[in-house]
C-alpha cells in the first residue's frame, strides 16, 4: 500500500504533480465503490488503493541488535526461522492479502495486512485513557473530518496486556523518528499521537505503544518478540480496513515489524503469497530467518536507500513480452530521475509509468488483437474469454528484467488476470511520467520473494507455498 503523495518529500516539484496525478487515478478507482462483495472484478475495482508513510530523515541502517546472551548462542536450525500463515483476502471481498499476528500478554490473535510499503504495525485498539487521547488527536488533525470508526472484526483491548506501554510524547522517539506522530504534547507522560494518512479517505488514527508479539518456530513451540512499536487505532476510516483489523509494517525503516524481527532472526524476510484467488483455506506464509523452501534462485539489487524507506525498489532493467524486450526509456527504471519500481505486497495491480504502460499494454493487446474486447471499467484492456476465439489464442510471455541478469517469468494469470466469468484484463494501471511504478501482490503471487536486507538482494523463485513437512 504505497500511500503515493510520500513522495512529495522525495522527489523533485516537478514529479509532485504527476504523483498527485497518480494518487487521484487510484482514487478514482477506490471511489467508485461503495460496499465491496466478493465479486472478482468487485474486488479489484476496491483493490487500488494507497497507503502512506511519512519519510524521515534518520539514517537507519539496521544492524544486528541482539542481546549480548543472544549473540554467541547458535539457535537450533528448527528455531532460527519463524513463520506466520498469509492468506488471500478474496474471500472478504479485498485485493489484499491477511497474515495472522498474536499481539499482547496473553496473545490476542489478528489479522492483519502484511504490507511491504508501510512502517507502521497497527491494529484496532481500545484502551481506557484514550477519551482524551484523542481529543488530543482530533485537535491535532488538520482538517477537521470526522473520523468514522469502520466495522473490524477484532479490537485489541490493551488493558489487558501485561506487555502493553504506550511511548510517551516527550520521547526522543516521538519527537523524531514514529511516522506520522502528531506534536501534541499536553504533558511529558502523554502518549504519543498519530494519524496515519493514507491514500485520501484512509487514516488511523491512535498512539504509538511498545509492545510484544508472540511468534512460532516450524516445530511450534512459540516465543515473544518483545520491544515492538505498535499503533493502538481507535478510529480508523477507509474501506482498506473493513475486513483487516490492521497492519503488519514489513517496510524498511527503524521502526517497522521487520526492524525488530530481523534484529532477533538476522537479516532477511521471505513471503509466499498464494493465488489471489484462493479460498480461505490456502495459506502461504511469512518467515523471518532463512528459508528452509527457498531452492537455489535469481535474485535482483534491492535498493535499501535510507532516503527511500519505507519502500523497498528493486533494480529493474526492462520488460519483454512474447521474448522481445520493448523500447521503454531507462529513466521509467531509475529512481535518482522520477522513476524506480517498488515491490509493494499492499498494492494489487502492477503500476507502470505511462512510457512503460503504453509500450507494454500495446504489445500484448496487439498480439491479443484477435480475441474481442469488453469495456470493463475501470480496465483499459479487457477480452471476452469465453468467445472461441480466445481457445485459439496464443498469450504472450510477459517477463520483467532485473539489473545482473535475473528474470521474472510470471504465469499468465498474473498479468491477464480473470476479473469475472469469461472476462480477463490486462492486470496493469498507469501512472503519469515522472512517477514509480509498483510491483504488486498479484504480480507476486505463487513466487516465493526473499528480501536479503544483508545483502541488498531480492530473490524471488515460483512456488505453490505449500511448507511440506517442515511447517506442517
Ligand atoms: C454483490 O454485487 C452484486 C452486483 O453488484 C449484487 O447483485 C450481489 O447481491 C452482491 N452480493 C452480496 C453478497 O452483497
Ligand atoms: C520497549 O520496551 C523495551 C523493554 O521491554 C525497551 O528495552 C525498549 O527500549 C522499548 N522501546 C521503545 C521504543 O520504547
Ligand atoms: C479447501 O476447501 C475446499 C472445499 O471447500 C477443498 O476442496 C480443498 O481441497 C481445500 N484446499 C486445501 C488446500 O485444503
Ligand atoms: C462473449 O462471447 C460469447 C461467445 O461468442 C458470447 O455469447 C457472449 O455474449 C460474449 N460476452 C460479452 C460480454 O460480450
Request: hydrophobic share 35%; proline share 7%; aromatic share 10%.
Amino acid at each position: 500500500m504505497s500511500w503515493l503523495p510520500l513522495l512529495l518529500f522525495l522527489l523533485s516539484t516537478a514529479t509532485q504533480e504527476s504523483v498527485n496525478a497518480a494518487e487521484s487515478n487510484i482514487l478514482t478507482l477506490h471511489r467508485r465503490i461503495e460496499h465491496s462483495n466478493a465479486s472478482r472484478l468487485e474486488r479489484l475495482r476496491t483493490a487500488i488503493h494507497g497507503d502512506g508513510l511519512r519519510q524521515r530523515m534518520i539514517a537507519g541502517v539496521i544492524g544486528r541488535r541482539r542481546k549480548a546472551n543472544e549473540v554467541d548462542v547458535p539457535l537450533p536450525s528448527l528455531e532460527s526461522t519463524i513463520e506466520m500463515p498469509v492468506w488471500s483476502g478474496a474471500y472478504t471481498g479485498t485485493g489484499q492479502y491477511f497474515v495472522r499476528v498474536r499481539l499482547g500478554t496473553p496473545a490476542q490473535p489478528f489479522l492483519l495486512v502484511p504490507d511491504t510499503g508501510s512502517d507502521l504495525t497497527w491494529v484496532t485498539c481500545r484502551y481506557r485513557g484514550t477519551t482524551d487521547l484523542m481529543s488530543a488527536v482530533k485537535d491535532g488533525r488538520k482538517n477537521g473530518q470526522r473520523s468514522r470508526r469502520r466495522r473490524a472484526k477484532r479490537i485489541f483491548e490493551a488493558d489487558l496486556s501485561r506487555s502493553f506501554h504506550p511511548i510517551s510524547c516527550s520521547s526522543m522517539s516521538c519527537q523524531t523518528e514514529l511516522p506520522f506522530a502528531l506534536t501534541t504534547c499536553p504533558k511529558a507522560t502523554s502518549p504519543c499521537t498519530y494519524d496515519y494518512e493514507y491514500a485520501q479517505g484512509s487514516s488511523a488514527q491512535g498512539f504509538f505503544a511498545n509492545e510484544s508479539a508472540t511468534v512460532e518456530f516450524p516445530n511450534r513451540r512459540r516465543m515473544k518478540l518483545k520491544g515492538l512499536v505498535v499503533g493502538c487505532t481507535s478510529s480508523a476510516v477507509g474501506s482498506s480496513f473493513v475486513s483487516s483489523d490492521g497492519v503488519l509494517a514489513l517496510g524498511h525503516g527503524p521502526n517497522t515489524f521487520v526492524s525488530r524481527a530481523t534484529a532477533r532472526f538476522g537479516q532477511r524476510f521471505s513471503y509466499c503469497l498464494v493465488d489471489h484467488l484462493s479460498p480461505r483455506n490456502a495459506t502461504g506464509y511469512l518467515t523471518f530467518g532463512p528459508n528452509p523452501f527457498l531452492p537455489p534462485h535469481p535474485s535482483a539489487p534491492l535498493i535499501l536507500d535510507p532516503f527511500l524507506q519505507p519502500f523497498y525498489y528493486v533494480a529493474v532493467a526492462g520488460i519483454s513480452v512474447a521474448g522481445e524486450v520493448l523500447r521503454i526509456p531507462p529513466s521509467v527504471w531509475n529512481y535518482r530521475r522520477g522513476g524506480g519500481v517498488i515491490v509493494d505486497s499492499g498494492s494489487t495491480l502492477t503500476v507502470l509509468a505511462d512510457p512503460a504502460y503504453g509500450l507494454v499494454v500495446n504489445a500484448l493487446s496487439h498480439r491479443l488483437a484477435e480475441v474481442p474486447r469488453v469495456q470493463v471499467d475501470p480496465f483499459d484492456y479487457c477480452y471476452n474469454w469465453s468467445s472461441p476465439k480466445a481457445a485459439a489464442t496464443c498469450v504472450p510471455s510477459f517477463e520483467v528484467h532485473f539489473v545482473g541478469g535475473a528474470r521474472l517469468s510470471p504465469p499468465v494469470k498474473s498479468y491477464l488476470i480473470d476479473v469475472a466469468d469469461g472476462v480477463k484484463c490486462l492486470g496493469f494501471t498507469s501512472t503519469p511520467w515522472p512517477g514509480v511504478s509498483i510491483i504488486g501482490n498479484i504480480m507476486q503471487q505463487e513466487h516465493i520473494w526473499e528480501f536479503d536486507l544483508e545483502n541488498q538482494r531480492l530473490g524471488f523463485h515460483p512456488s505453490n507455498c505449500a511448507t511440506g513437512t517442515l511447517f506442517p
